[in-house]
T-cell receptor, first 114, second 113 residues
């Protein structure tokens, strides 16, 4: 695609529910990244994939958070048993290679847990 | 202490002014340095990328890296109202965390006509 596409754009969920956030990277980009951005803060790393392999998941806050990219393209970030503190903008990004020369970010999914 | 520190501002300047944006960092392993621009309600977009120390110029924008001081800067010459945005510095280290970027919190800039 022309850019990194994320869906849904907005998600409101009740505390305790599971949510799945989707990211469709730029076609041909081998690396995919998930970040979380709180209001007034910079993006905070969650995890990243090289093709289908999860290279680094050290930024995932706890075991309620998981991510997958089974075919090396679309990725899903899943949050189980959501809590209010999970409310944030979740951003996906992709890059040709290692990303050291920059990523392309999507518009994000605004998650609100009520 | 966060690994990357950035003054959030806000910074307000008149059109045509020279703007200086800065970040400091604590991890001496950082080798790759980026500046992103983020407009309201949009995702960050890459503005400049530099490797190790030195200067890089692109039009009205100049990025500087001083690794000895662990200090990076972005200069905007002849600033325009369209430059009004939040500017985020980001950096990465070689090795196992190569793909991971560490961001500053961003500086909010307003350029008024």
């Amino acid at each position: 695609g022309a850019g990194v596409s994320q869906s849904p754009r907005y998600k409101v969920t009740k505390r305790g529910q599971d949510v799945a956030l989707r990211c469709d990277p730029i076609s041909g980009h081998v690396s995919l990244y998930w970040y979380r951005q709180a209001l007034g803060q910079g993006p905070e790393f969650l995890t990243y994939f090289n093709y289908e392999a999860q290279q680094d998941k050290s930024g995932l806050p706890n075991d309620r958070f998981s991510a997958e990219r089974p075919e090396g393209s679309i990725s899903t970030l899943t949050i189980q048993r959501t809590e209010q503190r999970d409310s944030a903008m979740y951003r996906c990004a992709s890059s040709h290679g290692t990303g050291i020369d920059g990523y392309t970010f999507g518009s994000g999914t605004r998650l609100t847990v009520v | 202490q966060k690994e990357v520190e950035q003054d959030p501002g806000p910074l307000s300047v008149p059109e045509g002014a020279i703007v200086s944006l800065n970040c400091t960092y604590s991890n001496s392993a950082f080798q790759y340095f980026m500046w992103y621009r983020q407009y309201s309600r949009k995702g960050p977009e890459l503005l400049m990328y530099t490797y190790s120390s030195g200067n890089k110029e692109d039009g009205r924008f100049t990025a500087q890296v001083d690794k000895s001081s662990k200090y990076i800067s972005l200069f905007i010459r002849d600033s325009q109202p369209s430059d009004s945005a939040t500017y985020l510095c980001a950096m990465s280290a070689p090795g196992s965390t190569l793909g991971r970027l560490y961001f500053g919190r961003g500086t909010q800039l307003t350029v008024w006509p």
